[in-house]
């Protein structure tokens, strides 16, 4: 089992940057990637980023990409989205989650965190 706790959420306005946390714990050892969702009210959850433990390769979305930076500190099992130029369109519940060697979707899940971007 792996354990994720988001964090770093909250209130910015337009333009403005926050970082997001999501700290792992468990059996991290086989923890393949980790991956950043948000999910808007009204809206299906959607993809914004994934850091590949093994080798540090990311991905972005779209809307992510030359706004947003995805990284990792070993030492802390920690993943960052570092978030910049932020726009009201990117207020969401942000998850991240965990996914393991040979799995093929993610199954460890945070509680998620509220991003909210005023105009």
């Known amino acids: 089992q792996v354990q994720v706790v988001e964090s770093g959420g909250g209130l910015v306005q337009a333009g403005g940057s926050l970082r997001l946390s999501c700290a792992a714990s468990g059996r991290t050892f086989s923890i393949y990637r980790s991956g950043w969702f948000r999910q808007a009210p009204g809206k299906e959850r959607e993809f914004v980023a994934a850091?590949?433990?093994?080798?540090?390769?990311?991905s972005y979305a779209d809307s992510a990409k030359g706004r947003f930076t995805i990284s990792r500190d070993n030492a802390k099992n920690t993943v960052y989205l570092q978030m910049n130029s932020l726009k009201p369109e990117d207020t969401a519940v942000y998850y991240c989650?965990?996914?393991?060697?040979?799995?093929?979707?993610?199954?460890?899940w945070g509680q998620g965190t509220q991003v909210t971007v005023s105009s």
């Open positions: 989650a965990v996914r393991d060697a040979g799995a093929t979707t993610y199954d460890y």
């Open positions: 850091f590949i433990w093994s080798g540090g390769r990311t």
